[in-house]
């Protein structure tokens, strides 16, 4: 696998500093985050000069723009929230498209597992196919991330079930899915949070369809949990790393504080080449 730095820990960065950080790490490949955060460089009504600009800067720093990553909830309660959600999918595809990305990370959605099932559940699956059917001949591949909802006390996150982090459902959504355009972005941190014991198993099970993998922790703390770098928190590593001895595509490290974000990178960076 070849490591890079994921988007998510970088957002409060402008983006030369995401690029200038992820070459003096010594990597050539960093998660673009496009239309997901107000701060992100490209946003949906990005100009073609602007996204040719973003292309140079990356060729600068000699780091390639293969992974991007957009926001979007296919889960929502409305199906005109769904039809947003897919419109901002489609707009955030034509520019990975325009970019050379190769892999795009979106979401299924962040609603409680409970509460998607029957039309819901049947809703964001056409909302995948018909983001699917969008990038079909255009170079890019989407993968859906493993996450849970998220809520937050203070700086105590909670992680809940979704549809993505049981076995059953993302086995039941990716089965409906075109494996040329769709696969998963493997997050083994996001399904310990939810409870999952071992979720290094999901490796084996879905190892056909994993198409990036974000690699970061999470601690626990009273009340809940915490982001931290690879390594200090409550994954099992070593089984981890002894599956994904296997793949080898892009593995992408997320440290998801902003605060120290360079140090996490870092030292996340340092556990995996140690422990590799």
């Known amino acids: ?97 325009a970019l050379g990305v190769k892999v795009l990370r979106i979401f299924a959605g962040f609603t409680s597992d409970s509460l998607v099932y029957g039309e819901r559940f049947d809703r ?14 255009t170079g890019v591949r989407l993968a859906i991330e493993t996450h849970g909802g998220v809520a937050a006390t203070g700086d105590v996150l909670h992680h809940s079930a979704t549809v993505t982090t049981r076995i059953d459902t993302m086995r039941k959504l990716l089965e409906s899915l075109p494996a ?24 084996g099970l879905f190892r056909d369809r994993i198409a990036l993998v974000h690699l970061k922790d999470f601690r626990d703390v009273p009340g809940g949990i915490v982001p931290a770098g690879c390594g200090e928190g409550r994954l099992d590593w070593k089984a981890l790393l002894a599956a994904l001895k296997e793949y080898d595509g892009p593995a992408l490290i997320e440290y998801e504080l902003p605060a120290d974000v360079e140090d996490g990178l870092r030292r996340s960076l340092r556990f995996l080449k140690q422990n590799q």
Not at 17 to 46: F, V
Not at 124 to 137: I, N
Not at 180 to 203: H, S
Request: with cysteine.
């Open 1 to 97: 696998m070849e490591y890079g730095n994921a988007a998510w820990g970088l957002r409060e960065l402008p983006l030369e500093e995401q690029l200038k950080l992820t070459q003096a790490m010594g990597l050539h490949l960093l998660e673009l985050s496009i239309a997901n955060y107000h701060r992100d460089a490209l946003q949906p009504d990005a100009s073609a000069e602007q996204i040719r600009q973003v292309k140079a800067l990356f060729a600068q720093y000699d780091v390639r723009p293969d992974c991007g990553a957009t926001g979007n909830d296919f889960t929502a309660g409305s199906a005109a929230d769904v039809r947003e959600s897919l419109d901002r999918v489609k707009r955030a595809a034509d520019i990975a498209a």
């Open 124 to 137: 964001a699956l056409e909302a995948l196919q018909l983001a699917a059917e969008h990038v079909r001949g």
């Open 180 to 203: 040329a355009e769709i696969g998963m972005n493997y997050d083994p941190a996001n399904l310990a949070a939810v409870g999952d014991a071992a979720p290094e198993r999901w490796f």
